[in-house]
């Protein structure tokens, strides 16, 4: 199937369900995460350090993923993703409840191997679709994701008011992404990523970007002060979904609430997401960016104040609307050019996952030593500082084709 027989909005919806997809797996990991660090017996800078272990394995199966979706497309990678790392985040519970600290590693390895092959196929998917619409769909789809880490937080809530075991929870999820996985993501066009494919013309396949194009992009101007913008959007969010729990816990409150405000932050990044696109047609993008910029400082700041004014879900509810439409909007404003929207895109993502990889370690080290709030700076200020790019998101990124 090519996206040329699938309708537009049966495309839109089947990506929709993909993105979340995503969310619920990446957010069943993060729903926990208090609970297997003390059933791993870590402390904040060795959790930093596993956390460190899954953002490299999900920068393996970035690099690994790239290649393989240009030849394959999108749905393979996804399929392969999402059921592999279903198995892999059972596995990590069950190694997790039974305290091996080695296999426990290993799997959260492979979990972010999964999200990180997974999360480039369903972007470049989500810009194909957004493309091939006059509206913004990327904020949308991006929704669906937030949905999925709303959920998956929720249930994890559930299961640990209820007294659900690490185990049972992430091996019950993991369920119900495999079997999503099937009915939804294999209807996928099977075509779409792929540079060369069988349904193209000759003239078509006379105008792929070469080799040489592809790694040009690595040198562009624009596509390197957006992934700029990435750093910052992406360790905001990453920092919530990784210390936000373990940060509030520290600070005095109990695991239900911490685990409560992450699901309000997972909930407030799908409302941005979700009712964004019209915001972005009317606004545009670069003052969209500069809105959703200052709601994210404005929610880390609060989090931050938790000690004094102590209304830390509303600080969460800031930081995930603002937060919500930062990497869609980046990832638009690279895809418009269908010719390399895939090279680009993977800048992005790369960008993201080097800053998943430094991220938390550092906040991880900082919040041994000065505390987890005052790491939560680094963030907050990066975030101000890609605000100096955000000219780069308005125009169209220049390409010759000859070159």
Known sequence: MSSKTLSPRSWYWLAFASFGVQGLYFSTWVSRTPEIQKLLGLDTAQMGLFTLAMALGSLSGLLIGGPIIARLGTRIVLIFAYCGGAVFLSLLGVMAQMHNH?????????????????????????????????????????GAFSLGSLLGGAIGTVAIVNGVSVEANLIGMSALVFIVTLLVTTRLPRTSGMHVHSDMNTDQIATVATARDRRRVWLEPQTLMVAFIVIGFNLAEGTASTWLPIAL??????????????????????????????????????????????LTALGILIVILTGWIAIPLVGAALWGLGNSIGFPLCVSAVSEDPRLAGSRVGVLVVSSNTSGIAGPPLLGFIGQVAGLFSAFLVPFFLLLAGMAFNRATRAHIPVDARR
């Not at 810009?127 to 904020?139: F, G, I």
């Not at 609430?257 to 009317?282: E, H, K, N, Q, W």
């Open 102 to 142: 080695q296999l426990a590693t290993l799997s959260i390895i492979l979990v972010g191997f999964s999200g990180g092959a997974g999360g480039l196929a369903i972007n470049i998917e989500g810009a194909n679709v957004d493309r091939s619409s006059p509206k913004s769909l990327l904020p949308s789809l991006h």
């Open 249 to 294: 816990v520290d600070a005095g409150l109990s695991s239900a609430i911490a685990t409560a405000s992450y699901t309000v932050f997972a909930g407030a990044m799908a409302v941005g997401r979700l009712s964004g696109g019209p915001i972005v047609d009317y606004l545009g993008r670069a003052k969209a960016l500069i809105m959703f910029a200052a």
